[in-house]
């Protein structure tokens, strides 16, 4: 008989996440630091106009690209926020989250064999999703020293002639790194003269708490070499929503578009009704989170620091990314034995890429109680464990 999986689905290795859940949710009573989801719910309002959307009957497609209102305050957004400017007609598509936004730029600019630069350590599907579209995923290190930064000099050394995409994630899911625009200045310089493309996952912009976050596309001569992803799901607490869109030139969105319509047909309208509402009036839900993951993103940096588990502060996102190599302990090994002794959950930083062992990724998406628990717990598990 014929192998019945593909190849390449074959040699994929499981998400390093779901591999450590699978051990959470057979232990009763485990207070979580691995899930990067908002404790909090989404906003009634936002809640509501989805309701209402149902209640009038609203049930049935929209555009492949989306809700024409909702692309115009998208493109509206990114203009006032970043001073980006998008034809909401052609240049914006809503996507399901900003996972299959990925999927779809990914799939609609890669040739067969071409590489795609990926610093690592980064959110698990940036390699699989490269490999399935035909990609050949180009890792690129990065330290602590440099506060998992990546650099020109790190890109020059990686770019071949196969090199098509750099794909960046600032601030960075699982470090919580972020990159200056005097930064970006220069990654753009490189990107330019190897005329790569760019694929810049801007989830997190929202959560950005030291100095001001810059859209990659906004920088000098980057509009057009620039597929920008964000979404709804971290700083509305929309994670279930799945609602994310993808801001590119109109020759790369009507690629995109094609194998949306295809693949997906269209995101969900009362999700799209719900994301219209949150752009519309959302602003304050935004700053009373923010302030809130600002300071458990304080607490929680202070406390590993204090225990004796280096940790730089994460700049944005709702990550810390301390380090246990004190410990004597691998990541997983860490992470496991934290489980069972202490019902805590965090996630082995070897999940998001080789140069993450050594480390452990803790969401202060949790509440600020159960925050100081696991901190708790931790401290006492190092004090039982470590001499």
């Known amino acids: 008989m014929r192998p019945k999986i593909a190849k390449q689905v074959k040699s994929l290795p499981p998400s390093g996440i779901r591999k450590f859940f699978d051990l959470v949710v057979s232990t009763e009573g485990v207070i979580s630091l691995g899930v990067g989801e908002p ?13 209402h959307t149902i209640e009038k ?4 497609y929209t555009s492949n690209y989306g809700l024409l209102e909702l692309r115009e305050q ?10 980006v400017l998008y034809n909401p007609k052609t240049e914006v598509l809503v996507t399901v989250g900003v996972s299959e936004a990925l999927d779809v730029a990914l799939r609609a600019i890669l040739d067969p064999g071409d590489e795609v630069l990926i610093p690592e350590p980064c959110f698990v599907s940036y390699n699989p999703c490269t490999v399935l579209a035909g990609g050949k995923p ?8 440099t506060e998992f930064k990546v650099t020109p000099e790190l890109l020059k050394e990686h770019i071949s002639d196969k090199t098509k995409v750099l794909l960046l994630s600032y601030p960075n899911n699982p470090t919580g790194s972020i990159l200056t625009e005097s930064e970006m200045r ?10 790569l493309l760019v694929i810049s996952d801007e989830i997190y912009s929202d959560l950005t708490f030291e100095g001001e976050h810059t859209c990659f596309a906004s920088l000098p001569g980057m509009r057009d070499r620039t597929i920008v992803l964000n979404g709804f799901s971290k700083s509305y607490a929309m994670t279930g929503w799945r609602i994310g869109y993808a801001m590119a030139c109109e020759e790369i969105i009507d690629a995109m ?13 009362m999700g799209q009704m719900a994301a219209l509402e949150a752009l519309a009036t959302g602003e304050e839900d935004v700053k009373k989170m923010y302030n809130v993951y600002d300071q458990r993103r304080n607490l929680i940096v202070s406390k590993f620091n204090n225990m004796g588990l280096e940790c730089h502060t994460p700049k944005g996102a709702f990550y810390a990314f301390p380090s246990i190599k004190n410990t004597g302990f691998s990541s997983e090994e860490f992470a496991e ?20 062992e050594g480390f452990i990724r803790c969401a202060y998406a949790s509440s600020t109680e159960n925050i100081v628990e696991a901190l708790n ?11």
């Open 138 to 145: 180009i890792t690129i290190e990065t330290t602590a020293e």
């Open 74 to 83: 998208i493109a509206k957004n990114s203009n006032r926020k970043f001073n």
């Open 257 to 269: 578009v094609k194998i949306h319509q295809y693949s997906i047909m269209c995101a969900p309208v």
């Open 377 to 387: 717990r931790i401290e006492e598990f190092i004090k039982r464990n470590i001499t």
């Open 337 to 356: 034995r934290l489980l069972m002794e202490e019902k805590v959950a965090v996630v082995p930083g070897n999940a998001f890429g080789s140069c993450g």
């Open 39 to 51: 404790d909090f719910t989404t906003p009634w309002h936002i809640r509501e106009a989805s309701v």
């Open 57 to 60: 009957g609203y049930t049935t």
């Open 186 to 195: 220069e990654i753009a310089k490189v990107v330019f003269e190897n005329d």
